[in-house]
């Protein structure tokens, strides 16, 4: 089956600096890929919405300059966290789609902790 | 908010039981998806189910749709101590919403 790839799988980082996570569609062309947030024992938040070569539309309460989130290429899309703060430390889980959100492969997350 | 909603939250049984978790749902959609989710891990797609649909199965999962009721079933037969999981429903209209879980435990 298709298999999404997100890195790191966990980071550390300190208060106040930037963080980037990837995801890649390893084995299809994504047009569409999706940035998910999750709380422990909590659902799934939609964060954003990336197609490639456009601007991600953010979903409402997400801050657009705080998560930025690139799609350059149809295999790779980045969300970074800037300045971090404790309050970041979640798990993100990206998600891929090759037809705009009909079929969609999710990653294996990564976990975010900001000390 | 389209968000499913799932109950129970929390679903302990024994090693073959059945388990039912169900699913309700507020605004129209065209498809109804089940997930699972291991702990700290990736979700991993179970089902699908469309809109003109009323049942679909899949091994031990059987899935229920109810439109009128706005409101789905996972049932998984014969379960097992793997089968151990969160599992949420998900709706699809424009985007892909999930509801809130509930956590399996299977006791061997």
């Known amino acids: 089956g298709a298999v999404v790839s997100q890195h790191p799988s966990r980071v550390i980082c300190k208060s106040g600096t930037s963080v980037k996570i990837e995801c890649r569609s390893l084995?299809?062309?994504?047009?569409?890929m999706f940035w998910y947030r999750q709380f422990p024992k909590q659902s799934l938040m939609l964060m954003a919405t990336s197609n490639e070569g456009s601007k991600a539309t953010y979903e409402q309460g997400v801050e657009k300059d705080k998560f930025l989130i690139n799609h350059a290429s149809l295999t790779l899309s980045t969300l970074t966290v800037t300045s971090a703060h404790p309050e970041d430390s979640s798990f993100y889980i990206c998600?891929?789609?090759?037809?705009?959100?009909?079929?969609?492969?999710f990653g294996e997350g990564s976990w975010l902790t900001v000390v | 908010s389209q968000q499913g909603e799932e109950d129970p939250q929390a679903l302990s049984i024994q090693e073959g039981e059945n388990a039912t978790m169900n699913c309700s749902y507020k605004t129209s959609i065209n498809n109804l998806q089940w997930y699972r989710q291991n702990s700290g891990r990736g979700l991993v797609h179970l089902i699908l189910?469309?809109?003109?649909?009323r049942e679909k199965h899949s091994g031990r999962l059987r899935v229920t749709l109810d439109t009128s009721k706005k409101s789905s079933s996972l049932l998984i037969t014969a379960s097992r101590a793997a089968d151990t999981a969160s599992y949420f429903c998900?709706?699809?209209?424009?985007?892909?919403?999930f509801g809130k879980g509930t956590m399996l435990l299977v006791s061997p």
């Open positions: 998900a709706t699809r209209y424009s985007t892909l919403t």
């Open positions: 998600s891929a789609s090759p037809d705009s959100g009909n079929t969609i492969y």
């Open positions: 084995d299809f062309q994504a047009t569409t």
């Open positions: 189910i469309r809109s003109n649909e």
